[in-house]
């Protein structure tokens, strides 16, 4: 019973592999053939034989039992003994192609989800780039894709946006991230339902991530307030995806085609603000009462600099007086 062990094993794992995984049997087969041929001369170098490059090993493989033979030039050269390192090293391929073959599937279904939020564990750290239990398998999450005012820890559950699925040394590898504007996107597409109705819809965004966001929202359905329905009852919803994003500030304001008034609105919360544009080079010139100039810039400019962003215009802010100006590059 012992004797037929072996053969039962191996015939099976084998047909499991082709039949469920549907790899091909013989594909299989010569990964076993090379696996035996590099483990035979890594057992003769131990033994004090070294067989170098030029020597062309064959190995024969039982497709029923997994048994092994090595030759070369015809003439079997098998030590005694070796049919156990044969055995082990089938039954290693066998199992690492299952295991190859499940990560295809598990990254064929993830292929569906790029550009969608996704759940996962913070795993552990390399350096500052992070790894992120999937379930299944692993997340990646690079250094440039991490929210940098966000401090991770061990175990911490968190959403993600699904970025992009990489082609690697080892394979297929999750890119993830938090940093990107369309995280905010697809966070509010979770919470506002009209987005993902279609009737309302975010046109713009800019983000430094982290800090703040704002976004140009947009109906086509009469009776549809875009604003409100992204910002929520008494708030709830701009606040939900605030919260996913560790208290980043988000303005939302309506879109609209008069770029002179888009860009007072991109401003707030500074008002009372004349606007200047010249379309051609894409250049607004903002005049802003003395008391609503540092709200206008913003602190270290920002609040210029996301409105240039999302607008596409460069802003020159000048208060009255004419003195104080704050430039912007789109």
């Known amino acids: 019973m012992s004797n037929n062990q072996p053969r039962t094993e191996f015939s099976q794992a084998l047909k499991a592999i082709v039949q469920e995984r549907g790899l091909d049997a013989?594909?299989?087969?010569?990964?076993?053939?090379?696996?035996?041929?590099?483990?035979?001369?890594?057992?003769?170098?131990?033994?004090?034989?070294?067989?170098?490059?030029?020597?062309?090993?064959?190995?024969?493989?039982?497709?029923?039992d997994g048994g092994a033979k090595v030759s070369i030039d015809g003439k079997d050269v098998t030590p005694p003994g070796f049919g156990r390192i044969a055995a082990q090293t089938a039954k290693q391929v066998i199992h690492q192609k299952i295991r190859e073959a499940e990560r295809g599937v598990i990254m064929d279904e993830f292929s569906g989800k790029v550009g969608s939020l996704v759940s996962g564990i913070v795993l552990r750290f390399d350096g500052s780039n992070v790894r992120v239990?999937?379930?299944?398998?692993?997340?990646?999450?690079?250094?440039?894709?991490?929210?940098?005012?966000?401090?991770?820890?061990?175990g911490q559950r968190l959403t993600f946006l699904l970025k992009d699925i990489r082609e690697t040394i080892k394979g297929k590898e999750l890119i993830l991230s938090r940093s990107d504007p369309d995280f905010v996107v697809?966070?509010?597409?979770?919470?506002?339902?009209?987005?993902?109705?279609?009737?309302?819809?975010?046109?713009?965004?800019?983000?430094?991530?982290?800090?703040?966001?704002k976004i140009a929202?947009?109906?086509?359905?009469?009776?549809?307030?875009?604003?409100?329905?992204?910002?929520?009852?008494?708030?709830?919803?701009?606040?939900?995806?605030?919260?996913?994003?560790?208290?980043?500030?988000?303005?939302?304001?309506?879109?609209?085609?008069?770029?002179?008034?888009l860009i007072k609105l991109a401003l707030a919360p500074a008002e009372n603000l004349e606007v200047k544009l010249n379309k051609k080079e894409l250049t607004a010139e903002v005049k802003a009462p003395e008391d609503q100039l540092s709200l206008a810039i913003g602190k270290d400019g920002q609040n210029v600099r996301l409105a240039s962003k999302l607008t596409g215009y460069k802003i020159e802010i000048i208060g009255n007086s004419e003195q104080i100006i704050e430039d912007s590059q789109a």
């Not at 090379?34 to 497709?63: C, M």
Request: some cysteine; aromatic content about 6%; charged content about 30%.
């Open 26 to 64: 013989n594909t299989i087969i010569d990964a076993i053939k090379q696996a035996i041929i590099a483990a035979f001369r890594r057992d003769q170098k131990e033994a004090g034989i070294e067989y170098g490059e030029e020597v062309i090993l064959d190995a024969e493989i039982n497709s029923l």
């Open 133 to 154: 239990d999937m379930g299944r398998t692993e997340g990646f999450m690079p250094a440039e894709e991490r929210i940098p005012t966000e401090r991770l820890s061990q």
């Open 186 to 213: 697809k966070l509010f597409a979770r919470e506002v339902p009209e987005i993902g109705a279609k009737s309302v819809q975010i046109k713009l965004i800019s983000r430094e991530a982290g800090v703040r966001t």
């Open 217 to 261: 929202v947009y109906s086509e359905s009469r009776g549809v307030d875009p604003v409100g329905s992204c910002v929520g009852q008494k708030g709830v919803r701009v606040q939900a995806v605030t919260n996913e994003l560790g208290g980043e500030r988000v303005d939302v304001i309506p879109f609209g085609e008069d770029y002179a008034e």
